[in-house]
């Protein structure tokens, strides 16, 4: 998640893993339908006789090309042809322009790839600004993924066909751009690409549940549905593109300006405006699918700051607006303003542009698309430059927030580095540290339903338990404990990685827990618990109070783990379901005593944290 740090880059390899069970094959109808309501049957037909054609094929594109060069000029030229016979060239809301970028770089901000390409529509319009490519060598700064309706791939048709294995590679190319414009575009919710031969073309759509492509067609047999298509991607409606036009930005000099994010009031049917105050979310996902979860710092009418956050959910699963209504009040939660339900909506679902696909394909997983307003507080607590006592005082607000949610019948489930914040530099008593992200909350039903194999939050913080029981049949319903746990692991990351220390083996324990297989993870958190932990192996910089308290913590965790191991087993069959509940029942006792460990710390000094980059392990 992009919040402010230094992406790492995506390689192939981990497009070909993103993609992986993601990627289906559309029906041969799909391509034939798509924008036969905004382009009509007589407006391809005008556009059609204005375009040079001969016995049946588009003038000066090669029957047998030998190269993929020679396939530039003619495809080049016959788009442009389309775009202006449509009078999609020009309007009063922006142009648009086919651009060879045969040998150009475009800027590329997640994707580590010399691929870019072959041509693009290029836009310009509310959602469009040049690409921000300030002296970066060998970009080209006029086009770019931030100012472009589409991108179109080039092929020799006798390097292409419908078998699966060849589709799937042609969809995993051109997910390098699907990635850069997804995220250059923040206010992207679906996208159409082509790959194109001397012969025949290939539609392609990304969205937040994969990829589909459909079979390929003769567009020379098929002009009507080859220009139909054209003349969408490169239609003046941004919400045709696949843009949310909800989310308006104002155009200086060809480069993006602050404008409104809007929210639709579900009771009158009236919008509300909030103006940005960046024209860039603080906080967007590199990953292509999954929630693509954007986060916006903006003001109401009034001038009060708040925050925006567009996010894609399961439409089963309950909305985190529901979540967020009912801790209205509770003290340290996130709390909200405004939200807007797209369910139902023809661009606020998935399944409403997406069509029918083999059914030899696993069924994509539709998604709805919903915005929250909330109230805008601190920075994130890996924030550089608080003192000890802050830190501690932000997690010790939000484990008491915890629980007052808990008592809600709330459940967070993704306790995390990402999802607590500091309460602001102004911030009241008792508001020191704020959870937030109740995306993932569930209803409390841990001791009416014991069993769950469900496994929800962010592997940095997992809990052992959680990691080491995914996919086993009697796997323990998440509880408040492996909440508990997972401040745990937000401790150690902030004592191991927020001052610099050569601890080898700190720095191992901190990438196992977030990027090895959840075997390894679980198995390296459950070593480190076992293990005994001695103040003398926390780094220097922290103050013999907080090295007692992570000692404690520790201790308490390791004790807890410990006891629902031996109520669980190896959860390959039914345990003690009783056993669970009178741990249970012992909630206010374990709240109690891990707040009496941070209280012991927290009048500990107040120097600033040693001040020094953070280590690559």
């Not at 404990?481 to 001052?499: A, G, P, R, T």
Request: glycine share 6%.
């Amino acid at each position: 998640m992009n919040n402010g740090k230094p992406i790492v880059l995506a390689t192939f390899e981990d497009i070909q893993f993103e993609l992986k069970d993601r990627i289906v094959k559309a029906d041969d109808t799909w391509a034939k339908s798509l924008y036969k309501k905004s382009v009509n049957s007589e407006r391809v037909n005008n556009i059609k006789a204005q375009l040079d054609m001969d016995c049946g094929r588009f003038d000066d594109v090669p029957e047998d090309a030998n190269t993929k060069s020679e396939l530039y000029a003619p495809l080049f030229k016959l788009l442009n042809s389309i775009i202006g016979a449509s009078g999609n060239s020009k309007s009063r809301n922006g142009t648009r322009q086919a651009v060879s970028t045969k040998g150009k770089q475009l800027h590329k901000c997640v994707v580590e790839s010399q691929v870019s390409p072959d041509i693009v529509i290029k836009a310009t319009g509310s959602s469009f600004e040049l690409p921000r490519a300030y002296r970066v060598p060998n970009v080209d700064a006029h086009v770019g993924y931030t100012n472009i309706t589409t991108a179109i791939e080039l092929r020799l048709d006798s390097t292409t066909n419908d078998v699966e294995r060849t589709a799937t590679k042609e969809v995993q190319r051109m997910c390098i751009s699907a990635k850069e414009i997804f995220f250059q575009q923040p206010n992207r919710l679906f996208l159409y690409t082509l790959a194109v031969t001397e012969e025949r073309v290939r539609l392609i759509q990304f969205d937040r549940a994969g990829a589909l492509y459909s079979p390929l067609f003769n567009y020379h047999d098929d002009p009507d549905t080859f220009i139909r298509i054209v003349v969408g991607l490169s239609s003046m409606d941004e919400a045709e593109l696949g843009l949310d036009t909800s989310v308006q930005f104002q155009v200086i000099g060809d480069m993006k300006a602050l404008g409104t994010i809007r929210v639709l009031d579900p009771k009158t049917n009236e919008f509300t405006n909030y103006k940005m105050r960046s024209v860039d979310p603080f906080l967007r996902r590199e990953e292509l699918f999954g929630r693509g979860t954007r986060m916006w710092d903006v003001e109401d009418a009034d001038g009060t700051r708040l925050y925006v956050k567009d996010a894609w959910i399961d439409p089963n699963l309950t909305p985190e607006y529901i979540i967020l209504l009912k801790a209205k009040g509770v003290k340290g939660v996130q709390q909200i303003v405004d939200y807007e339900d797209r369910l139902g909506h023809p661009y606020g679902e998935i399944r409403y542009f997406r069509p029918r696909c083999d059914p030899d394909y696993f069924p994509f997983v539709n998604k709805c698309f919903q915005r929250l307003v909330t109230v805008r507080y601190g920075v994130g607590i890996t924030t550089r430059n608080k003192t000890e006592a802050e830190v501690l005082s932000a997690l010790y607000e939000a484990i008491k927030a915890h629980e007052r949610l808990l008592d809600r019948g709330i459940l967070h489930c993704d306790i995390s580095l990402g999802n607590i914040l500091f309460g602001g530099p102004s911030a009241p008593d008792g508001l020191a540290g704020i959870l937030i992200d109740l995306d993932l909350a569930i209803k409390a039903e841990y001791d009416k339903h014991p069993i769950d194999g469900r496994t929800t939050g962010t592997r940095h913080s997992h809990s052992n338990l959680q990691l080491k029981g995914r996919g086993r049949p009697c796997k323990p319903a998440h509880d408040y404990l492996d909440d508990l746990e997972s401040f745990f692991w937000v401790l150690i990351h902030l004592i191991y990685d927020q001052v610099n220390h050569d601890l080898t083996w700190a720095h191992h324990l901190i990438n196992t827990r977030g990027h090895g297989d959840q075997e390894e993870s679980a198995e390296a958190k459950r070593a480190f618990l076992a293990g005994d932990l001695e103040p003398s192996i926390i780094p220097e910089g922290w103050s013999k109070r907080c090295k007692t308290l992570v000692v404690a913590f520790h201790d308490f965790i390791d004790n807890i783990v410990s006891e629902k191991e031996e109520i669980v087993g190896e959860m390959e069959r039914a345990w003690d379901f009783s056993a669970m509940q009178a741990l249970h029942s012992q909630k206010r006792a374990h709240y109690q005593e891990v707040l009496e460990i941070f209280e012991a710390a927290l009048p500990a000094h107040r120097a600033p944290l040693a001040r020094a980059s953070r280590h690559n392990a």
